[in-house]
């Protein structure tokens, strides 16, 4: 096709830019890299507000971006681009006051390649270097990332497969194709395309609710890792568990927007007739207002905003950056949690914060099960897939299951304030497990089950705030109130509890004296812990807390390092071999015994998994005989309780 006819269609395409204000797609653009202005915008459809909208653009160009949208040529080239074929970015950005195409967030994804310049059949003025980056990039209304990637990536290979990027048609062609195919409602199937719960899952196991928790707090969390795609992918797989808030993100592209009165009302009882799960979630309060006034989401951030972090009028945000200079501003951008994505760690720059959002022994039991289900159905080959294409361990079971954790978590606060059972101060809470516990008649505090430290935490925050304004406070009669993962607590529960947590830290020795002290005393009695579980569960929990302590005195220093190391390593080692060196340290290490002879970082991977095992051994010894007590005097409960009945 010769370029009159590119023109000529490009042409006729150019009104449906401005008349299909129901299409889900507001923008095509193109980024390239310039060897004198950096990243610069060279292609715009349709075009920016600069720009004059009768003329048609023929060829690639420096064009002028509206000063919201500054930044934008950095997102769509990330840090470290030129490392890979292809990658890409998953971005937001602020509406444009007056331009009818940007009247809200718009999200933005790219796909960047790049080409030997000697290549290239056709080479324009601008081509001075060994090699040209481009970017194409597609601004969508709504996140719908996944469709947008496999057209995204289908027709960017064959831009650069020409080898003549004076050939604008294929751009032209794309633009009206995603116009008419994405237009009206989205279904949730699409929405959550392109999000994986089973590899965050898999990534972060327990510590995953961990981070949802955190999210429920609007605390400042920094993602950190490589490729630009996964680490996206992960934000956006976190952010999916919160039911309806993929649908709601339309302030999250500026601290600046808040829109939520424009959406918010109490819904009614009565529209629950129809029975369907839209009006549920509603019916709930449903989605949780995380990003309105004040919090910032950017799944991608470049250098060249990091100073809306430090800005007074931020004050959450949640941010993803393959770049370490951000490690070097942390007390200026106020991180709360460095979260990263390849060793699948959390940082904590605030240890209250840390035991705040700790798991109880419900949350505990209740995520071990999820782990579990994800780890026996796991596929190498496919990690997005189940080994036997079940619905068990799917992204839609795993999405149903936290989907339950947080209906029920609501439910049960509006239960607590209806029987009057939330104390006022932290000060004035009881123990959580004697609140569960108690066998008296009066009205149990579920929300114990979630943490009370936790639920006082979130009553603070701003999406509480508009929840429980906007929210029947009857809703614990349409979901029973609760703890997934609440019921009667076994001895099995606890070593499976100390097990995986202890195999999170990367130590599988030394626990045979406790699993032998465990099965000493469940053999006394198969019925110790439905009476006295109350003192156990809280001795254990003051047990592991006491040595998670001990351990984490050390970790802080130690992490800060390994992050440093593991991004100079990048640039050397091959990144699938790198990873896999240090997913196992106990095996690492028991290698290391056998053979002497290895690299220096297997032998600190060994003197630290040796330090962790000579503490846990030593803090085992210290309280052995406080466990055997609690034991005693669980099985003593239990006789004792068997004999009433007997009598």
């Known amino acids: 096709m010769d370029k009159n006819q590119s ?67 950095f997102l769509a080239l990330p840090d470290g681009a030129h490392q890979k074929d292809e990658d890409f970015a998953y971005f937001h950005l602020p509406p444009v006051p007056g331009w009818p195409v940007a009247e809200s967030t718009l999200f933005g994804i790219s796909c960047n390649r790049q080409i030997a310049a000697k290549d290239l059949l056709v080479k324009t003025p601008d081509v001075t270097r060994s090699i040209v980056q481009k970017a194409v990039v597609i601004l969508a209304r709504q996140p719908i990332f996944g469709p947008l990637r496999q057209k995204l990536a289908v027709i960017t290979s064959a831009w650069f497969n020409q080898k003549d990027f004076t050939q604008l048609d294929i751009l032209y062609n794309l ?16 929405l959550y395309m392109g999000t994986s719960l089973r590899e965050l899952l898999h990534k972060f196991k327990s510590k995953t609710l961990v981070l949802l928790k955190l999210l429920l707090l609007e605390k400042r969390i920094l993602f950190y890792g490589y490729p630009v795609e996964r680490l996206c992918t992960f934000e956006y797989s976190l952010i999916s568990l919160v039911p309806g808030l993929l649908r709601s993100l339309q302030d999250s592209g500026d601290p600046d927007l808040d829109t939520s009165e424009k959406f918010l009302r109490t819904t009614e009882a009565k529209e629950l007739t129809n029975g369907n799960k839209e009006s ?32 007074e009028k931020t004050r959450s945000y949640v941010i993803g950056t393959t770049n370490q200079i951000f490690f070097h501003h942390k007390s200026d951008i106020k991180i709360d949690v460095l979260v990263n994505v390849e060793t699948g760690s959390l940082e904590f720059h605030n240890q209250q914060l840390s035991n705040i959002v700790g798991p109880t022994m419900a949350d505990r039991r209740w995520m071990e099960k999820i782990v579990r289900v994800v780890n026996d159905t796991w596929d190498e080959k496919d990690p997005s897939r189940t080994l036997q294409n079940t619905y068990l361990g799917s992204d839609d079971y795993l999405r149903a299951r936290f989907e339950e954790y947080i209906l029920s978590m609501l439910s049960s606060m509006k ?54 304004q906007y929210t029947d406070h009857e809703i614990y009669e349409i979901v029973e109130p609760g703890h997934p993962g609440m019921g009667n607590i076994s001895i099995t529960d606890i070593q499976n509890t100390l097990s995986n947590r202890l195999r999170d830290l990367q130590l599988r020795q030394n626990l045979a004296p406790l699993r032998n002290t465990l099965s000493r005393a469940v053999s006394g009695s198969a019925k110790a812990v439905s009476s006295g579980r109350s003192r156990l569960i809280k001795g254990m929990d003051a047990l592991w807390n006491e040595f998670e302590k001990g351990v984490q005195d050390e970790s802080p220093r130690r992490s ?80 004792s309780f068997n004999s009433t009945l007997t009598c």
């Open 7 to 73: 023109t000529t269609n490009a042409t006729t395409l150019q009104p449906q830019s401005t008349e299909n204000r129901d299409s889900l797609i507001a923008a095509l653009l193109v980024v390239g890299f310039h060897h004198a202005h950096g990243p610069i915008v060279e292609f715009c459809v349709p075009p920016l507000p600069q720009q004059d909208n009768n003329a048609q653009q023929k060829l690639l160009e420096k064009l002028t971006v509206p000063e919201e949208w500054s930044f934008l040529p």
């Open 175 to 190: 633009y009206h194709n995603l116009q008419t195919t994405y237009r009206g409602p989205i279904d949730d199937s699409t």
């Open 280 to 311: 549920l979630l509603r019916f709930m309060g449903l989605p949780l207002r995380l990003f309105e006034k004040g919090s910032f989401f950017q799944p991608y951030l470049p250098l060249q905003q990091i100073d809306m972090l430090s800005s």
């Open 415 to 468: 239960h607590a304030q209806d029987a009057n059972l939330l104390p006022e101060t932290m000060d004035d809470q009881q123990e959580p497990h004697d609140e569960v516990m108690r066998d008296d008649d009066r009205e149990k505090n579920y929300l114990s089950d979630y943490g009370m430290n936790w639920v006082m935490a979130w009553r603070e925050t701003s999406n509480f705030a508009l929840w429980n």
């Open 560 to 639: 800060s390092a390994d992050t440093a190391n593991s991004y100079g390593q990048r640039q050397h080692i091959d990144q699938n071999r790198r990873w896999s060196s240090f997913a196992d340290a106990s095996s690492v290490a028991s290698n290391t015994r056998e053979n002497q002879s290895t690299s220096p970082v297997l032998e600190s991977t060994t003197q630290q998994a040796g330090r962790l095992f000579s503490s846990f051994s030593s803090f085992l010894s210290r309280k052995q005989r406080e466990i055997s007590q609690a034991m005693e005097v669980t099985i003593l409960l239990s006789v």
